[in-house]
């Protein structure tokens, strides 16, 4: 092959690192202060049983195709039904993984004559969703129903006729504030439409047995809500909870579902033996509060940092650079710590994403955030 075919993208990742941007593979490396695992349960032992006695079971590993075709098995059905019941919807569908279920949600869900109104920080996977779907989009300025609001009534005016779409998360994965669901989901109503909750960062710690800041809007017939189980569940995949009319549709129009190989069985199995551990075990909820509140302690007092008031702690710094190298520091002293950088986030707002899981204690909390003050104040800014 002529390498100079391979050139323009050689020249691509060489503007990235100049801009210190370039992203590479990392290995864990120290104590973890970056993963979603808030709840401790990827290596929970439960879960590990739950999987094993699945295998005991006859469970196979992998599901051989497509749920259309053979690869349904009882499994996935078991932990759909399971799931709509903990979360209180019509239904619920399991995906492989977060980024998919929102690609096919948003990519199939609305129509051509509706519109699809999102919060400026959303998710890149509801940025995809949208890119691949047939209705209108807009951007809304971050937590303003009035904006939404004054957005829906210009589209109207200007002869919009189809349903809005209010898509937001419920708890941010980069800033780690939450949406105003209530005064959405009101918004929704009023305007004929839907609302369209991602509950990634918040399934499993809030909300009654950890069903998500969603929990008391989830069954109505215009609320479709997304919880993935890659997070504080521990495992892999997502569960698309929403009316049966709209579960059917997906199935029957969404190409993410229709063309995919479906999850592991095994997944699913672990997954139904994950949302049993949520509701069980509340100390978990209790436990990593707890350590939250140090955390915004600790980075209030020493930093001068208001906390986010969740487990995603931003330390925002601003300079693409500068938040690498005070990466480097804490990883380098046993804290495993990652900048974000743009575009994952705002230009001017590289930042350290801290997050806080039960794989800490307080002892360790603060060990890090010491050695995060006395680098930041080394680092020249």
């Known amino acids: 092959m002529n390498l100079s075919a391979l050139s323009p993208y050689d020249a691509k990742l060489a503007g990235l690192h100049r801009k210190s941007r370039l992203r590479v593979l990392a290995p864990r490396q120290g104590i973890d202060f970056t993963s979603n695992d808030y709840l401790g349960l990827a290596d929970a032992p439960r879960l590990k049983a739950a999987i094993a006695d699945a295998i005991a079971r006859g469970v196979p590993a992998g599901a051989g195709g497509s749920r259309l075709l053979r690869g349904n098995h009882p499994e996935h059905e078991a932990l759909e039904a399971e799931a709509a019941a903990f979360f209180g919807a019509e239904k619920t569908i399991y995906f492989g993984n977060g980024f998919a279920a929102n690609v096919a949600l948003f990519s199939t869900l609305p129509l051509r004559e509706d519109i699809v109104l999102y919060d400026e920080l959303i998710h890149a996977s509801v940025h995809d969703g949208i890119a691949a779907g047939k209705a209108q989009a807009l951007a809304v300025p971050h937590n303003q129903v009035e904006a939404f609001e004054r957005e829906i009534s210009r589209w109207r005016q200007a002869g919009g006729r189809g349903r809005p779409w209010i898509a937001v998360e419920s708890l941010y994965s980069m800033d780690g504030d939450r ?3 209530a005064a959405l989901a009101a918004l929704a109503e009023t305007h004929g439409g839907f609302l369209v909750v991602d509950e990634a960062h918040a399934t499993g710690i809030f909300g009654p047995d950890g069903r998500g800041l969603a929990a008391e809007l989830e069954g109505r017939s215009n609320v479709v809500a997304l919880h993935t189980c890659g997070k504080a569940l521990g495992l892999s995949g997502a569960l698309v909870s929403l009316p049966a009319v ?11 579902f229709i063309y995919s190989t479906a999850p592991s069985p095994l997944m699913a199995a672990a997954v139904r033996e994950a949302l049993r551990v949520v509701a069980d075990e509340g100390w978990r909820r209790l436990r990593l509060a707890e350590l939250i509140n140090f955390a915004g302690e600790e980075l209030r007092s020493r930093l001068g940092i208001t906390p986010s008031g969740s487990q995603i702690m931003p330390v925002v710094i601003g300079d693409n650079a500068r938040s690498l190298a005070v990466a480097a520091r804490l990883r380098d002293g046993g804290f495993d710590v990652r900048a974000i950088r743009p575009p994952t986030v705002p230009e001017g707002t590289a930042r350290l994403r801290l997050s806080i899981t039960l794989n800490v ?8 955030v010491g050695l995060l003050a006395l680098t930041l104040k080394e680092e020249p800014a």
């Not at 709209?246 to 993410?256: I, K």
């Not at 204690?361 to 890090?368: N, P």
């Open 361 to 368: 204690d307080e002892g360790q909390i603060a060990d890090m």
């Open 246 to 256: 709209l579960a059917d549709y997906l199935v029957n129009r969404a190409r993410g």
């Open 179 to 181: 949406a105003p669901l």
